[in-house]
């Protein structure tokens, strides 16, 4: 009797849940959600049940179909939604893109140019490399703004953990400084970074991109070497970053790259030269990482993005979308 009572109350509490995500849903059925996804696994079981989940309760629309009504989304169906992929990593091109292919739902993948040119490593993963096989137990390091003490790095998680602190240190320095200390950094651990990234690590080919646009992928600017734009004095380093990146995707694929998303993505990682520099460059769209929904007034130059990954539980993942959570 007791495990009927449970059984029933449970089967409640998950009715209840969904009544009110249901509601929810309605309630925001204007805005527009634009989920942002980074890497992809392996095992894309739990993906498959978010593109379930979305082809059920949203309307999955590409970033280009939003412009093209009337250059918002007021006009799009209700409780629209686009998928997109930052960095352009291979491991979405191998995992993601057949999973978003099968339930047919559009996506826009930002490339960082010369990641896809093979012309060297995003410059976090560099550094969780040099931690991974530096020959050391703990280390101090001297960098703009005060020292960094990585603690013990005893084993791979410690090691990965200094790692991604000391790259939130290194966002908050310009850009010259930025580079100078990974310089630094790799040489005071005497690590001899590879020409190519680890496969966990490695971008795209443009053969891969050229493959996937032809089968929908729609594919933007997220500029050239991955800076922090607000980080950059130079305003023409600012435009260099984006036309270049602009261009050689126009180059390979043979159509406009229109869209675009701002490296690390926060307000205070834009700038306004940044900002004029998307206007004047013919954009007609750019993505930050400022959390939140997307209603008819919002800048498109400034849009929002709901932070998310293939490994987030469904629960979760719905409650997010529904707009009940905040991430």
Not at 123 to 146: I, M, Q
Not at 183 to 195: G, M
Not at 228 to 254: F, G, N, T, W
Not at 306 to 324: H, R, S, T
Request: glycine residues 6%.
């Amino acid at each position: 009797m007791g495990t009927l009572i449970n059984t029933k109350a449970a089967l409640s509490t998950i009715g209840h849940a969904k009544l009110a995500l249901s509601a929810i849903r309605y309630l925001r059925q204007g805005a527009l959600r634009i989920l942002m996804y980074h890497n992809f696994p392996a095992d894309m079981s739990l993906l498959e049940l978010q593109c379930q989940h979305i082809v059920s309760h949203y309307s999955p629309v590409s970033l280009s179909e939003v412009v093209a009504r009337k250059k918002n989304w007021k006009q799009t169906s209700p409780n629209a939604l686009a998928v997109t992929v930052d960095d352009g990593y291979r491991d979405f091109y191998l995992y993601g893109y057949p999973v978003f292919r099968k339930y047919r739902i559009p996506v826009t993948v930002y490339l960082v140019s010369d990641f896809v040119d093979q012309k060297f490593w995003l410059w976090w993963n560099r550094l969780d490399y040099v931690f991974e096989h530096a020959a050391v137990s703990s280390v101090t390091f001297k960098l703009p703004g005060g020292d960094f003490d990585s603690g013990p790095l005893e084993n791979r998680a410690k090691r990965l953990r200094a790692a991604a602190l000391l790259c939130e240190r290194l966002k908050a320095l310009s850009n010259r400084d930025r580079l100078r200390s990974l310089d630094y950094i790799t040489k005071r651990l005497n690590v001899c970074i590879p020409e190519t990234p680890s496969p966990e690590w490695q971008a795209m080919n443009w053969e891969e991109v050229r493959e996937a646009a032809r089968n929908g992928i729609t594919f933007g600017s997220h500029t050239k070497t991955h800076p922090i734009l607000s980080k950059i004095e130079d305003s023409e380093q600012i435009r260099d970053e984006i036309e270049v990146s602009k261009r050689r995707i126009e180059q390979e694929l043979q159509q406009p790259c229109i869209h675009f998303c701002y490296p690390n993505g926060r307000m205070s990682d834009i700038g306004p030269a940044a900002l004029e520099w998307i206007k004047k460059m013919g954009f007609v769209t750019a993505v930050t990482t400022e959390r939140g929904l997307n209603y008819s007034k919002q800048d498109p130059f400034l849009l929002r993005r709901l932070g998310i990954g293939p490994q987030y539980p469904l629960p979760y993942f719905m409650a997010l979308l529904a707009g009940l959570k905040k991430t």
